[in-house]
């Protein structure tokens, strides 16, 4: 695993930038709710938290993708829901990265049913070149290229999470 993308000091300072931008954001729009999606966001939703600096709470939940019949049909199964309800907060999902974009509308369009009072999306990565459905994306971390990535949260067969940078996967190690 050799060719770094992005490393632990562009990922931090450009995490202390997104909360910054999130706390205006959201100075005005209380109560705020900040929802990680797990198990992939876990480490940049710590260190977004941390970086946060008008009144939060926050809930998560977890997904997983259906492989049958068909997986571009991107129905998730939610393993752990919210533990509340969100109707009345303004909240914002966060996740790790936005790829084809089915992941992130199907839980858009589940939690827009419960009637939050508005529904962000920040994503730490974005590789618009694989997208297949329209997304507005609220707040990104960083672009990247039509690559496989590993490190700060996402996995290889749950493995690299715990890296704090994002790499490329080099398939030669497989
Ligand atoms: P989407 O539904 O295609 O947008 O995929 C989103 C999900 O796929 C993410 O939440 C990740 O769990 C996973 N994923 C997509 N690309 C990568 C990658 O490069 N590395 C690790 N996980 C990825």
Redesign the pocket.
């Known amino acids: 695993m050799s060719s770094i993308l992005l490393s632990e000091e562009r990922i931090q300072a450009r995490v202390r930038e997104l909360g910054a931008a999130i706390s205006a954001t959201y100075r005005d729009k209380q109560p705020f709710l900040m929802v990680g999606?797990l198990r992939?966001a876990a480490p940049f939703f710590a260190d977004l938290l941390r970086s946060i600096t008008v009144p939060v709470s926050i809930d998560f939940m977890s997904i997983s993708s259906y492989t049958t019949p068909a997986p571009s049909s991107?129905a998730v199964r939610i393993i752990k829901d919210l533990d509340h309800p969100i109707a009345g907060k303004h909240v914002l999902l966060v996740?790790?990265?936005?790829?084809?974009?089915?992941?992130?509308r199907y839980i858009r369009k589940n939690l827009l049913l419960r009637h939050p009072s508005s529904l962000g999306v920040c994503v730490l990565l974005d590789?618009p070149k694989?997208r297949l459905v329209e997304m507005s994306i609220d707040h990104v971390g960083f672009e990247i290229p039509d690559e496989?990535?590993?490190g700060y949260g996402?996995?290889?067969r749950q493995l690299y999470r715990n890296l704090p940078f994002v790499t490329l996967?080099d398939h030669s190690e497989e």
């Open positions: 999606v992939g991107g996740e790790d990265i936005i790829d084809t974009g089915l992941t992130l590789r694989r496989y990535v590993v996402l996995d290889h996967w």
